[in-house]
């Protein structure tokens, strides 16, 4: 499949696409305000992006007391997700908080339809709305041929640098003394890219000349089945010994293979380590790669209904600390850390370098990152048709 083109990092490109544009402020009335959540592919169980979601908007609007619900489309389609958005707006849902770049073509069909709506669309990248708005899109958001397009003024979007928590994930897990690893991404869309080739980049690095090897696959899908179970059976029995399974339920088909044949997984989005262990063996995830999914929307919503504050536009979320770790919007999960050759401390070492910028991470999408001589990667292309 064609790959999206990555948002361009910075207030430059934020600024030639007119995205942005500030409403009001003052203080807001909370009884005025519902919240519903729609959820993507998954489900709110899944471990992963919905659920991670749908917890923060539970909390939140838990904790300030603001009425919530959850929709889930009846099929994996646009025309539905369509559909239960404006079945929340018929029942007077006022902001509403969609969770991945599915949602680009429901953002271009339904927010300038609806401007006394807020929307907050998590991972909803500036090609992924050219591509909803434009027909003929090129892939090339920098392109001055879509210049004419201007975010809704009632849309807000979160893209993460997931690029950043996919090099720690590689990086530990090799400093942690493994050699043979994997990546299995769910579909090659942008996030689960920068996730991949950030974890290539992070392996590469920690190797330090050391010989490694990584198998490369998509799954072409969000969730296990027994095809992607033979190929990632055919990974363990042959030497891998972790794979960072990345895409809502496709971890299933990795930890299975993992179970049965001594190996280890790591999880994302989430800290997946109680789910997973709990599911296939204690110590089966040796940690996850984070974004602040559930952080995210409880900082908009507070923006929004406690304190009558939007701005319009696309933000990108990555490292905001260099010091306290768990503040960044990217990371690795230390209240459940269980490697012992790479400690707390050498993470936060390296999430140092990292924010000061003496390490650098490419997060491009299109070319697969350059790696030493020693490291070999196997590019197998999609599992699935």
């Known amino acids: 499949m064609k790959k999206r083109s990555l948002f361009i990092l910075g207030a430059t490109a934020v600024a030639c696409f007119g995205l942005v544009s500030c409403g009001d402020s003052g203080t807001t009335d909370t009884s005025s305000y519902k919240v519903a959540m729609i959820t993507d592919y998954g489900d ?6 919905n659920q991670a979601t749908y917890e ?3 909390d939140w609007c838990k904790e300030n007391n603001v009425t919530f619900t959850y929709k889930k489309p009846a099929s994996n389609s646009d ?6 958005v404006d079945g929340a707006i018929e029942e007077g849902y006022n902001v509403i908080v969609m969770p991945g770049y599915a949602f680009a073509p429901t953002i271009d069909k339904v927010a300038d339809a609806n401007k006394d709506v807020k929307f907050i669309a998590l991972d909803v990248a500036l090609g992924d709305l050219l591509g909803a708005h434009f027909s003929d899109y090129n892939y090339d958001p920098t392109d001055s041929k879509w210049s004419s397009y201007t975010l809704p003024t009632n849309v807000y979007c979160a893209v993460y640098q997931e690029e950043l928590c996919g090099y720690m994930a590689g990086y530990a897990a090799v400093k942690e ?3 043979k690893l994997a990546f299995l991404g769910g579909m090659a869309v942008p996030a689960v890219v920068r996730y991949g080739y950030g974890y290539v980049q992070g392996c590469d690095a ?10 490369y696959a998509y799954g072409n899908q969000f969730y296990g089945d027994a095809d992607i179970k033979a190929r990632t059976d055919t990974w363990y029995t042959t030497g891998t010994e972790v794979t960072f399974a990345c895409g809502g339920g496709i971890y299933t088909s990795a930890c299975e293979s993992a179970k049965e044949n001594g190996g280890k997984v790591i999880g994302v989005d989430v800290d997946q380590s109680k789910t997973i262990n709990a599911a296939y063996g204690d110590g089966m995830c040796i940690t996850s790669a984070m974004k602040g999914l559930s952080a995210t929307v409880k900082t908009k919503l507070g923006d929004v209904i406690l304190d009558g504050k939007w701005e319009s536009k696309i933000e990108t979320l990555g490292l905001v600390s260099g010091t306290d770790v768990d503040s960044n919007y990217v990371q690795l999960p230390t209240a459940t850390w269980s490697m012992t050759k790479f400690t707390v401390d050498d993470y936060k070492a390296l999430v140092k370098k990292m924010y000061a910028g003496d390490i650098k991470v490419s997060n491009s999408t299109s070319e697969a990152p350059t790696v030493s001589s020693t490291t070999s990667v196997d590019y197998q292309g999609n599992i699935k048709g």
């Open 79 to 84: 025309a539905s997700r369509i559909e239960s």
């Open 206 to 215: 920690a190797a330090e000349g050391k010989s490694i090897s990584i198998k």
């Open 44 to 49: 709110i169980t899944d471990q992963s992006f």
């Open 56 to 58: 923060g908007c539970v």
């Open 177 to 179: 003394g493994y050699t």
